[in-house]
């Protein structure tokens, strides 16, 4: 027990092809000891535990190796010279940590000594580990070294911070990039020694060591001592999960299926569940995201090219199916836009007072994203709805529904705006149609202050029945784009999506609230009011803009405002129609939307020829709308 040697030093790689994980490296070196070709210089950079050292000491043994003749891929490990260098008391191998040997004194020191002879071997090695951490005056006296070093000396650097070592000693030396270690590349060197050790851990458990060690095989082999040292040589995947503080696969699997149904008391309840084991919450949000990763991977490649897709998952068997079997369950959109989502919570968990919360509100607003549906299928049933109505779109509409619409358009603001005549509604009629209503100039009151009521609101949203039906009950075609709102702000989101992913992820909960002569309305529920601060940064509204213009055919301003109560348009919900159009029977039946408020008598309206009417405003702020009415109407 007392000469206990860690499993890291113990299991150390003697001989090139013993490398796991820097194959390239160990090719590179052993073809250019063959022929013969031994730099001066060589940089070794790659992350922390990945072989750096190991890789200088193989190169050191095979450059002094006493069992040949000349330096050697494949050094003997028996001889004096390759013992002390496995040892690390070899005193022609010079091991320097840089981060406590950083100063100038060091490096001159350095230098003065290079000029002897080697003792033993053949040549001196000099090994700087953290070589970044030199100071400027060490770097400038080590160059002059590098210039013109003495023949017999061989500089292998180490780093985890390349971009920290000047660019004039990178361009001296060799430069070999070590790289991360995969899960089964660990996995499987675990495997291997823990056989050799005796110890009985499951597949299971050696994944999650391979997943604590994130791609570090030192860090691997160290956690694998400590496993072994808290629960003995046959330690449970429940005791390795509690030293490890890694979450349970089968948890995630528990959330994620939850997510998917769109279950939020289950999820939440997985959430608390882990929360009461006492599992680091920031460490969950980051396991949220690296699963969304996995599910977006296997959904991306998983059935087309099942083997890249599982080196590419690098996932142990078991939580590689659980991941295969649930992305089949979400869109590559879905899993996109939660990907964003939850990139949101990691950012909101950095200055939360109570972490828990911020990863409850992700799990609720997970669970209550609006479906998605493709802007080619939208399309798709705009055209089948053209073709079900026998005709175009832009077929003069259906007379029927057309003349009285405005009226009774009108109607539904009447109540509470006795001065308004009913000239001013007539003189409006042809651009009322929701979409393209005559500017107002000068307003007492900015659109922004009056609350959308439930009609007006729904009516110009972007839900499609009610675009259809406005457009065809339309006597007079509106601005170019603009007639047909909801599409061109359907085609807008994809174009931010395209472009800026996480601004359609704030727009998600907004809906387009009306189109004025020279503003463009969205809304929000009130739950949702911090996205519009973010939307109107300058520079998101500045894009949003230049967007709006090109996709409604005129420069529009954008107006965020917040909707408040029952009156909130829910974007996908479907809008209210008046039953017995059969435009807007089809439109329903294609869209599968459903008609929210039932058509109600209207009180004092010029009553339509078909009865037709919307429902009534809400009784918000009556003054400023009305006025702003006809301010928008006398010009
Ligand atoms: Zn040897």
């Known amino acids: 027990m007392t000469n206990y040697v860690v499993l890291a030093r113990k299991w150390r790689p003697q001989q090139f092809d013993d490398v796991v994980g820097q194959e390239h490296v160990a090719r590179t070196l052993s073809n250019a000891l063959t022929a013969g070709r031994i730099a001066h210089a060589y940089l070794f950079a790659g992350p922390r535990g990945v072989g750096k050292t190991t890789m200088a000491r193989l190169l050191a043994k095979a450059l002094n190796c006493q069992g040949a003749t000349a330096p050697t891929p494949t050094a003997c490990g028996q001889c004096e010279s390759c013992r002390e260098i496995a040892q690390g008391i070899a005193a022609d191998v010079m091991e320097i940590d840089g981060a406590s040997s950083r100063g100038i004194n060091e490096i001159r020191e350095l230098r003065e000594r290079i000029n002897y002879a080697p003792l033993k071997g053949r040549r001196r090695v000099y090994i700087i580990d953290e070589v970044h951490m030199l100071t400027n005056e060490a770097f400038n006296a080590l160059l002059k070294t590098l210039e013109e070093p003495p023949p017999h000396v061989v500089f292998i650097f180490a780093t985890t911070e390349l971009h920290k070592v000047p660019a004039t000693i990178q361009s001296r030396c060799q430069q070999f990039l070590f790289r991360r270690l995969s899960r089964l590349e660990i996995v499987s060197r675990l495997e291997l020694i823990a056989q050799r050790e005796g110890f009985a851990l499951s597949p299971v458990s050696l994944g999650l060591i391979a997943q604590a060690a994130d791609g570090s095989l ?75 990763r996995h599910l977006a991977v296997a959904r991306v490649c998983g059935t087309a090219s099942p083997g890249e897709g599982q080196a590419l998952l690098d996932l142990p068997e078991e939580e590689r199916k659980a991941v295969e079997q649930l992305s089949g369950r979400f869109s590559a959109e879905e899993l996109q836009r939660l990907f964003l989502l939850w990139g949101r919570v990691a950012e909101e968990l950095k200055g939360s007072l109570d972490p828990l919360f911020a990863i409850e509100m992700g799990v609720v607003r997970s669970t209550q994203l609006p479906a998605l549906e493709s802007f080619g299928s939208l399309l798709h049933k705009v055209s089948e709805l053209e073709r079900r109505l026998g005709g175009t779109l832009d077929a003069p509409p259906m007379t029927q529904s057309a003349a009285p619409r405005s009226p009774a358009r009108r109607s539904d603001r009447r109540p509470d705006t006795a001065d308004d005549t009913a000239d001013d509604s007539a003189d409006e009629r042809t651009s009322d149609d929701g979409v393209a209503r005559p500017a107002a100039p000068a307003q007492p009151a900015p659109a922004a202050s009056r609350p959308p009521e439930a009609g007006r609101s729904l009516d110009d949203t972007s839900a499609a029945p009610q675009a259809v039906s406005a457009r065809a009950s339309t006597p007079t075609p509106p601005s170019a784009v603009g007639q047909d709102s909801s599409i061109a702000w359907a085609a807008l989101l994809e174009l931010v999506q395209q472009q800026k992913p996480y601004l359609a992820t704030y727009l998600a909960d907004f809906g387009l609230v009306e189109i004025t002569g020279r503003d463009l309305v969205i809304g929000c529920p009130a739950a949702s009011a911090v996205m519009a601060d973010r939307i109107q940064t300058a520079s998101n509204k500045e894009f949003l803009e230049t967007l709006i213009a090109r996709q409604f055919g005129r420069p529009l301003r954008l107006k965020v405002i917040t909707l408040q109560g029952a009156a909130a348009p829910v974007p996908s919900a479907a809008g209210v129609v008046p039953p017995l159009e059969p435009l807007v029977e089809s439109a329903l039946d294609l869209f599968g939307g459903r008609v929210v408020s039932p058509p109600q008598p209207t009180p004092a309206a010029p009553v339509p020829a078909t009865g037709q009417v919307r429902p009534p405003r809400r009784p918000a702020t009556p003054a400023s709308s009305s006025s702003e009415d006809q301010q928008g109407a006398s010009p």
């Open 218 to 292: 030192r860090d691997a082999l160290s956690l694998l001592d400590q496993a072994v040292a808290f629960g003995g040589p046959s330690i449970t995947e429940e005791d390795l999960r509690q030293l490890l503080g890694v979450i349970d696969r089968r948890q995630m699997a528990e959330l994620f299926d939850a997510l998917a149904r769109r279950d939020g008391s289950g999820a939440l309840t997985v959430i608390r569940s882990l929360s009461r084991q006492g599992q680091d919450l920031r460490q969950l949000c980051g396991m949220v995201l690296e699963w969304l």
